[in-house]
């Protein structure tokens, strides 16, 4: 089969790859129906992370073609959606409701979801299917759910979104548009998207946005101020992964506010002291997806959220290189590949 590798950063070529074989009982190989390139791709791409011959690809949808022996709940035909780590969704943790930390997890980018099949390790607890055959208009935001638009539910929720909540989303890549949608099915009061990028701005508002905040930084802090009395949001999600990002989001909630943070964090430092200072509830890190991919495919299934609008550019797989271009360049917010 082929598939994407990153031999370089930036040099992804789309090439043959082994077919995957069921390893563990517990596996499942599925026949990708559409993939898709990640925000969290590029940092690799630009040299962030040393990789070289990397099989790329984290976000997945297909249709079951074999399983392991020891699988139940999942059988061949069935379409699917899992997400960017594998869980046994039995352990404490996952029973908690932290799946991605599962005690069994595996990453699926160490296997590589940019390609025409996958094994998909755990198949049992990281699996969620669809009542039937999707139609092919709902594929997209499918896809969404196995990654952007579970990690920015998660970051809505981790930031307490809720009614009466002013919500404030760092970030205008897929992720940051995906935890506005959140906040807004989680019935938020308003949702400020600081973004600068007029596309982004109308996709912001089309998903719930009720304003729009295009100064960042220091600046980006004082409008959130001038918009909230003075005291801060009450809830944000921090969508990048800088510095800059996370600071920004730190001091724009309110004291006794919450801060979810599931942007990718590279280079970040805090200071103890500012953070002692905030007195705001911090939490993050890789979003859970299982808890949510139940109740999202439902939400798409009854058409009450359209995610795959993130999805700008549709490519054929074997076009991996430009999509990571496009990405990185900034001429595309999410890259959808059809293999
Ligand atoms: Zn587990």
Partial sequence: MYGAIMHAPRDIRYQERDEPQIIEPTDAIIRLSATCICGS???????????????????????????????????????????????????????????????????MGTIGTQAERARVPLADGS????????????????LAASDVLGTGWYGAVAAAAGPGKTV???????????????????????????????????????????DIVTERGADGVAAI???????????????VGTQESMMQAIRSARAGGHVGFVGVSHGVSIS????????????????????????LVDRIWRRAINPGQVFDLTL??????????????????KVLLQP
């Fill in 41 to 107: 791709d590029l940092w690799p791409y630009r040299g962030f992370d040393n990789v070289h011959d990397l099989a790329m690809g984290h976000e997945y949808v297909g249709v079951v073609e074999e399983v392991g022996s020891a699988v139940s709940t999942v059988k061949p035909g069935q379409f699917v959606i899992g997400s960017f780590f594998t869980s046994d969704n039995t352990c404490e943790i996952c029973r908690d409701g932290y799946q991605s930390h599962c005690v069994k997890r595996v990453m």
């Fill in 225 to 239: 101020k001038r918009m909230t009395g003075g005291l801060g949001a009450h809830s944000v999600v921090e969508a």
């Fill in 127 to 142: 699996l969620v299917a669809t009542p039937e055959m999707p139609p092919t208009d709902l594929v997209p935001s499918l």
């Fill in 272 to 295: 103890g002291t500012e953070l002692f200072g905030a007195g705001i509830h911090l939490e993050g890190g890789p979003a859970p997806v299982r808890r949510f991919l139940p109740d």
């Fill in 168 to 210: 404030v989303v760092v970030g205008d890549g897929a992720v940051g548009l995906s935890a506005v949608l959140a906040a807004q099915q989680l019935g938020a009061e308003r949702i400020i998207a600081m973004s600068r990028h007029e596309p982004r701005q109308q996709l912001a508002l089309a998903f719930g946005a009720t």
């Fill in 316 to 333: 054929p797989l074997a076009e991996v290189a430009e999509g990571y271009r496009a990405m990185d360049e900034r001429r595309a917010i």
